[in-house]
């Protein structure tokens, strides 16, 4: 079980401002009353707010540990997205307020990102792309990548998004996990003004992607194009999205797709070397997102809804692309770095494009305390009226700061907790009715049963537990693609006997007031600034390397990332430690996995502490980065290792 931190010190309490509550969506109990009463009725009047072609015949059907939602209705999640805010005043709204981390600047109104989605639609169905198959998406953050996405949803063709900072080797994994047969990419892309080569990136990777036949490139333009130097063209599978888009016919009906047909697969990390494809599908997935985005951000029309995240995560799935765009909101994306090429660049964002509900993640407000409060004092943030936090948990400091240097003191602040498999936000406060408290996402959504339970499937009341959902939801990842015997060891075998209960792999703590605190991971899983990375996954790239014999990798405590990474290994005969190859093992797994998975300590050792049974005891290697005492040892096959691994790793630091 995690540590249990002392939650007595957090007293503070923020009832929603009364200006705030009086004109929210929600601020009475009536809907968490109405789902108590019934859950299925509930969910069922949530998914009446999209357009169904064909009405469903069944709200439910749960075989546990297998749900499916709304069996037998029809609706396009594309149709839903744009098709719908045609008719009126909407179709001149802008949908999407895009900035390039180099200044460029793009608008798109839902009319016109409707036809520029038909179109790439058309461009998919011209490479032979049917309902059902995989599409790659490996793009900055830019437009095409919401085109792309939503061109896929309207063909029912499956997409994969891959955020643009993992490796060719990433891509090359999923693209095969998933059997893709496109992959939509581009020149490059931007970060810190230095060039992503993307395409270069998709040209390596696909080196070993038997199914991939085509390759579409965004060209991104900026003073001028990236292009000729980075980008080689191979004749017959790589074709300019340009081009295409040039020749192909703006009409496409959207596909009718059965409420269970799947909509995406997203890679997320989990405790082997392999990622897991999460599958989510139509009608359950967008019910989930549309009703989250409009109650917990309490979106209105008039509102400019940002939301920080990358495509490549599920939260640019849910909260940048289908959420806010099936409730007709106007969405600002941003595809650089916060601190590029100043360190107000969001707070400029927000001035310019006045934007008025913002939600990022812990690290980055960490790092933005750390730069300090001149850089939003520079600038207009009056037109913010709501505040989100999402990723991993928020220390109660960096939310207080949030509250009162970003939101005035006047924006009430969410604490959302979700995963890529719940595909929503689950546990959060509804910002017009609940009262919040600094470090805390409160409680769950009305339709949602979070639980705490002990290894024994006893329901906690208080104190420290494993954070369990009991009921199913409409937007709950369906299966892992090709793997469903992994989906119920891993979601639903936790406790024997009992398919039902959902495992999230988080620890929890619930306060007197039936508040939840969530306390972080229970497996090996890292959370290193909000990103989910297997410990395996890292131990598998570092092992590759011809120097290593043995690798074991950790999380320590990081001031800004929440969790870095941490790696102890032992080196093959022939091979002596030295800070050359420390450096050259940080790169390596960089350049396996991708930088975010670059180890901060990579710690020579001659041996790591196993149990008897050859397991290596993370739990003490954690100790030792974290500086800590040493807990139980007793278990060890050999004590001396981590008395020595520990003096060592002190003497380095
Ligand atoms: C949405 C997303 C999921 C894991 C999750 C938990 C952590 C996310 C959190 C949070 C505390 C929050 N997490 N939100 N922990 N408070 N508000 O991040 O999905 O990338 O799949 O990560 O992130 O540990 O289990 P994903």
């Known amino acids: ?199 270069r990136n998709t040209d390596k990777a696909l080196e070993e992607c038997p199914t991939v036949k085509h390759v579409v490139v965004v060209q991104r333009r900026t003073s001028g194009p990236i292009t000729e130097a980075h980008v080689d063209m191979k004749e017959g599978r790589d074709h300019w999205y340009h081009r295409l888009m040039q020749h192909a016919n703006d009409q496409c009906a959207p596909e009718p797709m059965d409420a269970e047909d799947v909509l995406f697969i997203l890679y997320t990390s989990g405790t082997t070397g392999k990622p897991k494809g999460i599958v989510h599908t139509t009608g359950g997935y967008l019910t989930g997102a549309a009703s989250s985005t409009k109650m917990v951000f309490d979106l209105k029309e008039e509102d400019v809804f940002w939301c920080t995240a990358d495509v490549g995560w599920i939260t640019g799935h849910t909260y940048l692309v289908y959420g806010p765009l099936a409730n007709g909101a106007t969405c600002v994306m941003y595809e650089g770095a916060p601190d590029w090429p100043e360190r107000d660049r969001f707070w400029s964002i927000i001035a310019r494009h006045g934007v008025t509900v913002f939600y990022t993640a812990p690290t980055a407000i960490r790092a933005f305390m750390k730069w300090g409060v001149e850089h939003p004092r520079r600038h207009d943030l009056s037109t913010l009226r ?153 131990e598998s790239a570092l092992v590759e390397h011809p120097a290593v014999a043995e690798a074991a990798v950790v999380g320590k405590a990081h001031e800004l990332k929440g969790q870095a990474v941490c790696a102890f290994v032992t080196l093959r005969d022939g091979f002596h430690k030295s800070s050359e190859l420390r450096d050259d093992l940080r790169e390596f797994v960089a350049k396996k996995i991708g930088a975010l998975a670059r180890p901060d300590d990579v710690l020579f050792s001659a041996d790591l502490p196993k149990t008897r049974s050859g397991k290596i005891m993370r739990r003490l290697l954690r100790d030792i980065a974290e500086g800590r005492a040493l807990g139980d040892t007793t278990t060890l096959a050999d004590p001396n290792v981590v008395a020595a691994l520990k003096e060592q790793y002190e003497k380095d630091e």
Request: glycine share 10%; charged share 20%; with cysteine.
């Open 1 to 199: 079980m995690t540590e249990i931190r002392d939650l007595l010190v957090e007293t503070r309490s923020f009832p929603p401002p009364p200006a705030f509550a009086a004109q929210a969506h929600i601020n009475d109990r009536r809907l968490h009353d109405a789902a108590d009463a019934d859950f299925i009725q509930y969910w069922a009047e949530q998914a009446a707010t999209l357009r169904w072609t064909k009405p469903w015949d069944r709200v439910l059907d749960w075989q546990p540990p297998h749900a499916q939602w709304f069996l037998g209705g029809q609706l396009n999640v594309s149709a839903n997205c744009l098709d719908r805010h045609l008719d009126g005043a909407r179709r001149n709204k802008a949908a999407i307020v895009w900035e390039g981390e180099p200044g460029d600047r793009r608008t798109l109104t839902y009319w016109e990102l409707a036809r520029e989605v038909r179109t790439f639609a058309n461009v998919l169905k011209g490479l032979g792309v049917q309902k059902g198959d995989r599409v790659g998406i490996y793009l900055p953050l830019v437009p095409e990548a919401a085109i792309a996405m939503l061109a896929c949803a309207r063909i029912g063709a499956i997409h994969s998004v891959v955020f643009g900072g993992f490796s060719p080797e990433s891509l090359r994994d999923r693209m095969n996990d998933a059997q893709a047969k496109v992959v939509i990419t581009a020149d490059g892309g931007y970060r810190r003004g230095q060039i992503v080569p993307l395409k």
């Open 386 to 538: 709501l505040l989100g936090s999402v990723g991993e948990p928020i220390n109660p400091e960096a939310w207080m700061w949030y509250q009162e240097h970003i939101g005035g003191n006047r924006c009430p602040v969410v604490d959302t907790w979700w995963q890529t498999e719940t595909g929503s936000i689950v546990i959060s406060p509804l910002p017009g009715l609940t009262a919040t408290k600094p470090g805390s996402a409160t409680q769950p959504l009305p339709g949602y049963s979070a639980k705490l339970m002990d290894a024994q499937a006893n329901e906690l009341t208080s104190g420290g537990g494993l954070l369990v959902l009991t009921k199913p939801w409409p937007s709950m990842l369906r299966t892992i693609w090709g793997d469903d015997a992994r989906y119920v060891e891993t979601y639903f075998s936790k406790w024997a006997g009992r398919p039902d209960l959902y495992f999230a792999g988080d620890g929890a703590k619930l306060d007197a007031d039936g508040f939840f605190w969530l306390l972080g991971r229970v497996d090996d899983v890292l959370n290193v600034a909000g990103h989910r990375i297997g410990t395996m996954e890292v």
